[in-house]
Every structure is written in structure tokens, then in C-alpha cells.
């Protein structure tokens, strides 16, 4: 079946240091590709995606690219804040306009940001 | 617009009871989820609805779990009878769904079960 492994955490950066969360996949046909972020306190919300290889997809400052050719898809940020530690999912959905499209999710990432 | 609601946030009970969980998704939604996330671990789904019908339970442990969406919007989920290893957060989540789908699931915040 379809799974997502990604980097274990915590991980531990200061503020302003470049950010690289890996993400590697194993899945059939052509995944759209997921990261969602869960800040504490509050339920796991999108984001960015991915729908196709080379696709980037970005928000808030992160990015990460599609990469078929590797099955990965690692978040970067080039300068992080004290507002982004979370824990981080890289997920894959094999959504097709109907059917079975639940998300596949990593383990997640501990993030924190020291000032 | 509302978010998904999920209740109760928290629940104790001993094994062997049961449990129940609400979830209520965001109004015309077409889909529901329900996800399984044990500490330390990604969620797991345990049952997808499209509208009141079950598109996918195959990860759904169907002697102690069940789940019910019958008007096709909120959605129930039942533990029983419970054991240690159900203690997790139970998130619901709810999209367009069908042609609509763009792949994005907005999530409730979660029921936290412990069972001791």
C-alpha cells in the first residue's frame, strides 16, 4: 500500500536558520502530495500541495517540490520564526474526482524554534 | 464559515466501556473522515463517507468500531468495547468531495479518548 516517511523530530533551529524537512513516498500512479501543518492548540490545517511532478507548491514562505524521479517532496524555508514551530505531515491522496481519497500521512516532525 | 466541529474534546473511560464521538463538518461538505492518531504517530483513516454512503472502511476494526453518517451531514463514532490500545485522538474531517475535490481536507481540532 501506499505510505509516506519522513524526517523524526523534534527538530530544533534557531530563528532566521534555513529549514529542510525530508519527505520521501511509495504509492502507485500519481499521488497529489500534501504538507499540512498542525500549530498547538489547533486542529491540522493545509499548507501546501502539490498535484503533479515538478509541481511547487508555497505558502506562509515554505515550499517544496514534486520530485518523481526521487518520490520526495521535502519542505524548505529559507528564514524561520519563533510562529512556525508545529509538527509538520507530508501526506499523499490518490484523489481522482471521486472515490477513495482519503489522505496517507506521515509520522509528522516536531518543529521548534528558538529565539 | 464555521470550522468542523468536533465533541466531546475529552473523554476518560475504563476498557471495556463504550464511547461515543460527534462530528459535525463544514456546511456542504459531501465528505467525511474520520482518523484514528495514536501518540507519536501520522493519522490513520479509519472510514470515509461520500454523503451518507461508506466509499472506504477497510482500515476500520469492525468488531469494536462503527460509524454512521445517516442524513449524510454530522457523523458518529462508537468504541465498543473499548481497550487500552484505542487511546488516540479521534480527528474528523470534512471536503467538497466527488468533481469537486481538490484534494484539501479541513480538519477538526479532535477527541482526545483515554481508555485506562
Known amino acids: 500500500g501506499d505510505s509516506v516517511t519522513q524526517m523524526e523530530g523534534p527538530v530544533t533551529l534557531s530563528e532566521e536558520a534555513f529549514l529542510t524537512i525530508n519527505c520521501t513516498y511509495t504509492?502507485?500512479?500519481?499521488?497529489?502530495l500534501f504538507w499540512y501543518v498542525q500549530y498547538p492548540g489547533e486542529g491540522l490545517q493545509l499548507l501546501l500541495k502539490?498535484?503533479?511532478?515538478?509541481d511547487k507548491g508555497s505558502n506562509k514562505g515554505f515550499e517544496a517540490t514534486y520530485r518523481k524521479e526521487t518520490t520526495s517532496f521535502h519542505l524548505e524555508k529559507g528564514s524561520v520564526q519563533v510562529s512556525d514551530s508545529a509538527v509538520y505531515f507530508c501526506a499523499l491522496s490518490q484523489y481522482s474526482g471521486g472515490g477513495a481519497d482519503g489522505l496517507t500521512f506521515g509520522k509528522g516532525t516536531h518543529l521548534i524554534i528558538q529565539p | 464559515e464555521a470550522g468542523v466541529a468536533q465533541s466531546p474534546r475529552y473523554k476518560i473511560i475504563e476498557k471495556r466501556q463504550s464511547v461515543a464521538f460527534w462530528c459535525n463538518p463544514i456546511?456542504?461538505?459531501?465528505?467525511l473522515y474520520w482518523y484514528q492518531q495514536i501518540l507519536g504517530q501520522g493519522p490513520k483513516l479509519l472510514i470515509q463517507?461520500?454523503?451518507?454512503?461508506?466509499?472506504?472502511d477497510s482500515q476500520l476494526p469492525k468488531d469494536r468500531f462503527s460509524a454512521e453518517r445517516l442524513k449524510g451531514v454530522d457523523s458518529t463514532l462508537k468504541i465498543q468495547p473499548a481497550k487500552l490500545e484505542d487511546s488516540a485522538v479521534y480527528l474528523c474531517?470534512?471536503?467538497?468531495?466527488?468533481?469537486?475535490?481538490?484534494?484539501?481536507?479541513?480538519f477538526g481540532e479532535g477527541s482526545r479518548l483515554t481508555v485506562l
Open positions: 502539490a498535484t503533479k511532478a515538478d
Open positions: 463517507f461520500q454523503n451518507n454512503g461508506v466509499v472506504d
Open positions: 456546511s456542504g461538505h459531501a465528505t
Open positions: 474531517a470534512s471536503s467538497l468531495g466527488g468533481l469537486y475535490n481538490t484534494g484539501e481536507l479541513f
Open positions: 504509492a502507485t500512479g500519481y499521488p497529489s
